[in-house]
């Protein structure tokens, strides 16, 4: 016995009971270990001897399928298996019942609790929020403490394209890339320890391509963690593709700027700051004066009032037209310092998703012979 006293299992020892007709009627508790006695509260000697019914007490109904099984298995049967509740305290046992000679049988009994209330827990959520799962837009993905998928919704599939079944077998480092496995370790054991995680990540799917995603997780306090994940893939190409169009933006080897729908200036690149000389903090408060120099630098120059208002009506039409967006022509303009600068400009109007004005891109080349006159 001593090789079974400090199993971490509870492990007993018993002698069928039979009556009439070789039904099983009992079984008597012959040996116990330590972990068999806690797990159902009994001292080892006083309960040797005695019987399985009263030792461990129950409903009639449930007696009956139980003595059913273990009589088969003690009269010569393979081993078997079932799982136990014990209401009174709340804990579940998986009972593995063998037999060593003919009416003997052991049983090993492993405390179940933690998996067995994980496991309905999910299959609750299941049945309770299974149609809002499936419908939610963003990936849910429900994983152990190993970081095994227990369950996902559509929208994982859908992020990663695997079948629901695919992804039950398989695990975070399954899809995570390889490059990016130490941060996402990192991740879950700072989610363990936390309770709680946001950052971006990588993952990788089915098909070897990369899905940028915005994850948050949270630990739902039973050994399990749910992850939510945002698909951010178009914005990160978006902005990567902005960054590149800015960096070609300040490269130009032309005075090149950026205007609001309003006329605003958004940005402008160096050539542009250095031909004005303005600096950077002072495009936002020149709006549209930027191009629009005003009546007086046109009448001064010898224009009359009419030629200005509509060269300048004539410039906003131009560009918000849907059918044009675009306009070029010579124009004065004033530098920083008061003094006049005539340009060649070119405007190009760029609309948004829906067809609307967004914002006006400008290309200004210094000329020192204007072709326009009084």
Known sequence: MKSVAALPFGWAAWRLVTGRGGKPEDAVLLEANGAFAEHFALSPEAARGRGMRELLGGSEAAWEPRLGLIGAVALGGA?????????????????????????????????????KTRDLRLRDLEAKDLQILDSDPVALFFTDSQGRFLEVNPSASRLLGYAREELLALSIPDVVPPDRMDASFQAFESLKARGRVAHEATLRKKDGSAAEVRLEAIALGDGTYLGYCSDVSDLKRAERARNRY???????????????????????????????????????????????PGLDLYRRLGFTDSYYVDRFMGLWR?????????????????????????????????????????????????????????
């Open 79 to 115: 081993p078997a298996a079932f799982e136990e509740y014990r209401p009174g305290e709340n804990r579940w046992f998986r009972v593995t019942v063998s037999s060593p000679q003919p009416l003997h049988f052991d049983t090993v009994s492993q405390d179940i609790t933690e998996h």
């Open 246 to 292: 800015f960096e070609a933006f300040l490269l130009v080897d032309r005075p090149v700027f950026l205007m609001d729908g309003e006329g605003v200036v958004l940005e402008a690149n160096p050539r542009f700051m250095s031909l004005y000389g303005y600096e950077v903090e002072d495009l936002p408060r020149l709006g549209p004066r930027i191009l629009d």
């Open 318 to 374: 131009a560009v918000r037209d849907p059918s044009s967006r675009a306009w070029y022509g010579e124009i004065p303009n004033l530098r920083a310092d008061g003094s006049v600068l005539w340009i060649s400009l070119t405007l190009r109007g760029l609309a948004d998703s829906r067809g609307n004005l967004d914002s006006i891109l400008g290309f200004a080349l210094p000329i020192t012979d204007p072709r326009l006159t009084p």
